[in-house]
Nanobody
Framework: QVQLVESGGGLVPAGGSLRLSCTASTTSFSRYSLAWFRQAPGKEREFVAASHWNGSTKYRDSVKGRFTVSRDNAKNTMYLEMNNLQSEDTAVYLC?????????????????WGQGTQVTVSS
C-alpha cells in the first residue's frame, strides 16, 4: 500500500473555488490510478473524479464542468481544482490509489486511502 496525504480543504462561500492536493509516498507513482471520493455526514462515500495511470480521467456527472482532476508525476501529487462550489459539495474529500486500475466509481477499486480533508461550502 501507499501512504496518501491530502491538503487544501477549507471553508469557502458558494460559487467559490478550492484546489485539493494528494501526495503519495511511492517510487512508482506513474503506475497508480488515483481518485477523489467524498463523504458527507450521514451519507455514503461517493466517487468524485479519477486520474488514471494511462492519462485518462473520469468524473461523476454532478461535478463535470466544475471540477478538474490532474496529476504531476514528478511531484507524486494529484490535484482537484474545484470551481463554482455549491453547498452539496460539502464533505470530507479522500484520496485513494491503486495500481493499474480504471475507476468504475466503486470505493473497492482502491486499496490505499488518505485521511481526508474537509471542504465546507457556505450558502
Amino acid at each position: 500500500q501507499v501512504q496518501l496525504v491530502e491538503s487544501g480543504g477549507g471553508l469557502v462561500p458558494a460559487g467559490g473555488s478550492l484546489r485539493l492536493s494528494c501526495t503519495a509516498s511511492t517510487t512508482s507513482f506513474s503506475r497508480y490510478s488515483l481518485a477523489w471520493f467524498r463523504q458527507a455526514p450521514g451519507k455514503e462515500r461517493e466517487f468524485v473524479a479519477a486520474s488514471h495511470w494511462n492519462g485518462s480521467t473520469k468524473y461523476r456527472d454532478s461535478v463535470k464542468g466544475r471540477f478538474t482532476v490532474s496529476r504531476d508525476n514528478a511531484k507524486n501529487t494529484m490535484y482537484l481544482e474545484m470551481n463554482n462550489l455549491q453547498s452539496e459539495d460539502t464533505a470530507v474529500y479522500l484520496c485513494a490509489a491503486q495500481q493499474f486500475v480504471l475507476a468504475t466509481g466503486r470505493a473497492t477499486d482502491f486499496r490505499s486511502w488518505g485521511q481526508g480533508t474537509q471542504v465546507t461550502v457556505s450558502s
